[in-house]
């Protein structure tokens, strides 16, 4: 990892060096053959003179968790433990057979500022509410589309295809798509999940403005949202050939007593041979949404579409826990 | 070491590659000729579709011919104008959808210059099933058929009915389906008995009958397809790459493209055994090649190889033609699965059925058809 990091300075130094005042800069493309990969070098700018985000990309960070700052939690779903304090509660039954793979890792937040979404008591309140009712509410569960910028920040990569006019992304989860469109189209005719992109470029900055929101989307799993009539304008900046600075500003009236900004980098898959696999959750989903009307049902118990979920966690033969620490 | 060297050949590579750009790269002109991108390629950019309807396979009568006369096209325009097949739940007294599976959803096109969009075999056909194919099909159809056996549907030998026979309800049809079902059948004890359309999981690949959307990059293209009732889906063509391991498997399987002169060609593998195309699932291959033979047409090719399946590879082909990019009428946002509320609907219509016999007012739930009536048993 040091020697790819050294290797990569001294290719960028070397190259800028030669190059000079030269805009057509190839750097990371041989970085990538430096490591020994056998990948083209790409070029920092497209032919037409526009920052190159061509390829697979990824948030890595906590967002799709809680925008907000939050600390780590024991469980997704938690219930109370043995003390009655907030800070002490412990995994609930949903999870509760994964162990410490179940819990949310914590994190300084996205949102700038003082980290808080400037709710409106009312929307502070269904916030609030959506968050204890998490695997009921979250559109994610349901293997919904999961709208922008939701999307753009969630644990799955995504590519970008750049085309001359438009800017095309597909996103792992369930196949989802946007289209930003740099030209002047006809809106689409209905609200939307994804919402109606339109894009310009300011500079090196990509500066979207997303609007025509059906207002059923969230923005992560702790229950923060916004509503029908968001106005939603991203700016993509690039940090390097291989980081997008992503910001994202909502002004909605309806949720917040002003507009407000989430902040973050947006990384290049590296990887070699780096593709976007689908997660096709629509089939991963149904036993979660129909499983309560089955002839014979997988679940042991359902009251109505309540399901009851009984943890039985089966050790086996000589991997009980004190077995398997003498091995 | 070899870290080391490969970095400094790293360093050469990033010199070497700098006067090689300030050589070859040009100012792109705006307004250049439609027919190339920024960077060279042949440009396929637009929103596309096949603005006729074509039959899949062509008629015997027309032998080895591709293209109808004026006179055949008319008629099957005129054919086309008294709706066969259309839903009629609406004129035999039933309630129903105000028309809306003739009228809305049904979209009808013209008829269109070829006999078929089959090219290859020269006779326009689908050349034939593989014995071991034609076995799984046979099983298949049986295994639909035995749980239609005791619907009216069989007992007055409708068409839905077809080789089968009429007959008190099957033992077996409490059983596992004996194969992995993505059509309709006559029952419904939960999603995998429906059809990938109930599931809102029928967009596969390849699609010939949707808008096309192309977004074109320099090294990769989006191919977005509008199809279905809000059942379309993304591929992304890679240029570069290769196809990921055989253990990965793919709904649109995976795509890697490559110019030849004009045209892209596109080679697709691994295909998931869960969303088959016609018969093949997992084994098949496809090389698809789009050509842009004029501002307002793309042909389109597709040579699909399943040699478990078929014993000869095929091919179809289609003219597509742009459309208005500024009406945008293309629906990218296939949200099938938000608005699902038919599946759980099916389901818990027959846990009704199944109570209503339990208690001895109803019929037995495999006395009704439920499967054939809108679009017979395969979809």
Same mark, same amino acid.
């Given at each position: 990892m040091r020697n790819w990091f050294r290797g990569s300075i001294m290719v960028t130094a070397l190259a800028a060096a030669t190059v000079g005042a030269v805009i057509s800069v190839a750097v990371t493309g041989t970085a990538g053959q430096a490591q020994g990969q056998d990948q083209a070098p790409r070029p920092a700018q497209t032919p037409d003179g526009q920052p190159n985000f061509n390829g697979v990309w990824q948030a890595n960070n906590e967002a799709h968790w809680d925008l907000e700052a939050h600390e780590a939690l024991p469980g997704m779903v938690m219930q109370q433990g043995v003390y009655d304090y907030e800070f002490a509660k412990v995994p609930a039954a949903p999870v509760l057979a994964l162990g410490a793979a179940a819990g949310v890792p914590g994190s300084l937040g996205v949102v700038q500022g003082d980290g808080r979404i400037p709710y409106t008591p009312d929307a502070l309140r269904l916030k609030q509410e959506n968050a204890e009712h998490w695997i009921d509410r979250d559109p994610e569960l349901k293997c919904y589309l999961p709208g922008i910028p939701r999307a753009m920040y969630m644990p799955y990569p995504f590519q970008i295809v750049q085309?001359?006019?438009?800017? +095309?992304?597909?996103?792992?989860?369930?196949?989802?798509?946007?289209?930003? +469109?740099l030209n002047d189209v006809t809106g689409p005719p209905d609200y939307t999940y994804m919402g109606h992109s339109v894009g310009r470029w300011e500079g090196d900055t990509l500066v979207v403005d997303v609007n025509n929101f059906n207002g059923k989307t969230w923005l992560d799993r702790a229950g923060n949202f916004h509503s029908a009539a968001a106005q939603v304008t991203e700016r993509f900046s690039p940090m390097s050939p291989d980081a997008i600075w992503y910001e994202v500003t909502i002004t909605d009236p309806e949720t917040s007593t002003r507009p407000w900004t989430i902040g973050m980098p947006l990384y290049r898959r590296l990887d070699p041979n780096a593709t976007v696999l689908d997660y096709p959750c629509i089939e991963f989903a149904e036993e979660f949404m129909y499983g309560h009307v089955r002839r014979e049902q997988l679940v042991r118990r359902w009251e109505g579409e309540t399901m009851i979920v009984e943890i039985t966690r089966k050790v086996p033969p000589g991997d009980s826990f004190h077995e398997w620490y003498r091995r | 070491m070899r870290r080391r060297l490969l970095e400094s050949f790293g360093v050469a590579t990033a010199i070497a590659t700098v006067m090689v750009l300030l050589q070859l790269t040009t100012v792109p002109v705006k307004g250049q000729a439609p027919g190339a991108t920024p960077w060279g390629h042949p440009n396929l950019e637009g929103i596309w579709l096949d603005v006729y309807a074509t039959p899949f396979e062509r008629a015997a009568q027309f032998g080895d011919r591709e293209l109808a006369t004026a006179e055949e096209r008319a008629a099957r325009n005129a054919a086309r104008m008294v709706n066969p097949g259309r839903n009629e739940r609406g004129d035999i007294g039933r309630r129903d959808v105000a028309g809306a599976y003739n009228a809305v959803y049904t979209s009808a096109k013209p008829a269109g210059p070829r006999t078929s969009l089959v090219v290859d075999p020269t006779n326009g056909r689908i050349p034939a099933l593989t014995p071991e194919a034609q076995r799984k099909v046979e099983a298949q159809r049986e295994w639909r058929l035995t749980l239609l056996r005791n619907t009216e549907t069989c007992r007055s030998a409708e068409r839905g009915c077809a080789g089968g026979e009429y007959g008190p309800p099957a033992p077996e049809r409490f059983d596992v389906t004996p194969f992995y079902n993505t059509g309709r059948m006559n029952r419904h004890d939960g999603p995998e008995d429906q059809s990938l359309g109930d599931r809102c999981m029928s967009g596969r690949t390849p699609d010939l009958n949707g808008f096309r959307r192309i977004v074109q990059g320099e090294d990769s293209i989006a191919l977005g397809y509008d199809t279905g009732q809000g059942q379309g889906y993304q591929r992304v063509v890679h240029l570069s790459g290769n196809h990921p391991p055989s253990q990965i498997r793919l709904r649109h399987g995976d795509s890697r493209g490559r110019?030849?002169?004009?045209?892209? #060609?596109?080679?697709?593998?691994? %295909?998931?055994?869960? %969303?088959? %195309?016609?018969?093949?699932?997992?084994?098949?291959?496809? #090389?698809?090649?789009?050509t842009r033979v004029d501002e307002d047409t793309l042909t389109y090719e597709v040579t699909i190889e399943d040699s478990t399946v078929w014993t000869a590879p095929w091919t179809v082909r289609q003219e597509l033609k742009r459309q208005s990019d500024t009406q945008n009428r293309i629906y990218y946002e296939p949200r099938c699965n938000e608005g699902n509320y038919g599946l759980p609907a099916l389901l818990i219509g027959r846990r009704v059925d199944e109570q209503v016999f339990k208690d001895g007012t109803g019929p037995d739930p495999f006395s009704l058809d439920t499967a054939t009536c809108v679009g017979g048993l395969q979809e």
């Open positions: 085309g001359t006019d438009k800017i +095309h992304m597909t996103f792992g989860f369930s196949n989802a798509a946007r289209v930003i +469109h | 110019w030849e002169g004009e045209t892209l #060609v596109i080679e697709t593998t691994n %295909f998931s055994p869960k %969303f088959p %195309f016609r018969e093949s699932g997992e084994n098949r291959r496809l #090389v698809e090649r789009y």
